[in-house]
């Protein structure tokens, strides 16, 4: 039984985070004539209604992406993940009509965010192609219904079994994101264990995976682990916005560890957390780390 739905917290500081790195990944990956594929192991409903009900309930965004929307000094690498977002706002072409652009000084209302199937398939080329597991039956049927063509399967199976009979994919040229909601303290030995297979099987492909800074242990050490599995090179970045309650509840941030990041990340970030901490920050503490084993 599923209870966790990504809707509660569509476009919190961690979304931000982890959209702002996915869309770094996928842009250097675009940059290259040759097709690719996403994978997505855990990929939500692709998009949600900030005024809707699951949304408004804590109203996370507006500790995340509301924090951004509007702001005139936005690093580069922010601007090209907030202009995605804002483009994800516009009105919608019509079959047969471009794709909306932004208009230089345009900022739509924040009433939509784009979750990572949406970020990605605004960047993807008609070559690339795309597969996204989602286990929860209805956020599956929303993908499906908003998700098709020739190149895009929606997958309403197990993402950590599933990522098995993905890779390596034909080309060899993928980006896999794994986004669990360790809502169930076995995902973490699940993430591990599926991204171990998955680095043997395809060992130059490009991984991010996304975890909560929690206080509790398994938290902790899943980079570590993680970071074990690289057979060339990693980066991990953690962004720490809040503190945890006075039981060491609560998500104080989150992390990813990229497996064979871009060469180009690493000084991306650099140039970008120190800005991020500040405009997120919930409270003085608030902090980063990035550390990396280059290729
Ligand atoms: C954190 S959310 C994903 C958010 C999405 N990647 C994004 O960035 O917009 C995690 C999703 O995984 C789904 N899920 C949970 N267990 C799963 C599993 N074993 N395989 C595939 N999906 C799963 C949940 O229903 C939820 O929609």
New binding site residues.
């Given amino acids: 039984m599923?209870a966790?739905?990504?809707a509660f917290?569509?476009g919190n500081h961690a979304?931000v985070l982890?959209?702002l790195v996915?869309d770094q990944v996928l842009r250097y990956m675009t940059a290259k004539d040759k097709p690719f594929r996403y994978i997505?192991?855990?990929?939500?409903?692709?998009?949600?209604l900030l005024k809707g009900a699951q949304a408004q309930k804590k109203a996370e965004y507006r500790e995340g992406i509301n924090r951004l929307w509007s702001r005139p000094d936005l690093p580069p690498a922010v601007a090209d993940y907030v202009h995605l977002a804002q483009r994800f706002n516009l009105p919608q072409a019509q079959p047969g009509e471009p794709p909306p652009q932004l208009e230089k000084g345009m900022t739509p209302p924040l009433a939509l965010?784009?979750?990572?199937?949406?970020?990605a398939r605004m960047l993807m080329r008609p070559g690339d192609s795309m597969r996204l597991?989602?286990?929860?039956p209805s956020?599956?049927r929303t993908l499906a219904a908003h998700f098709g063509g020739r190149h895009v399967q929606v997958i309403n199976?197990?993402?950590?079994?599933?990522l098995k009979g993905q890779v390596p994919p034909n080309p060899r040229r993928a980006l896999v994101?794994m986004?669990?909601?360790y809502?169930v303290v076995s995902?973490y030995g699940?993430v591990v264990a599926s991204m171990r297979d998955a680095v043997q099987r395809f060992p130059e492909g490009v991984y991010i995976i996304?975890y909560p800074h929690l206080a509790r242990i398994e938290s902790q050490q899943l980079p570590k682990r993680l970071i074990s599995l690289a057979p060339k090179g990693w980066l991990h970045v953690r962004l720490t916005v809040a503190q945890t309650d006075s039981q060491g509840f609560g998500l104080a941030g989150s992390g990813l560890v990229v497996i064979n990041p871009p060469y180009t990340l690493h000084e991306t970030l650099q140039g970008v957390m120190p800005w991020l901490v500040d405009v997120l920050a919930q409270y003085e503490g608030a902090s980063y780390l990035i550390e990396e084993q280059p290729a």
């Fill in positions: 599923l966790y739905r990504h917290h569509a979304d982890k959209h996915l997505d192991t855990h990929a939500g409903a692709g998009g949600y965010y784009p979750g990572s199937p949406s970020l597991f989602e286990l929860h956020d599956a199976e197990d993402g950590f079994a599933g994101l986004d669990p909601s809502e995902d699940k996304w």
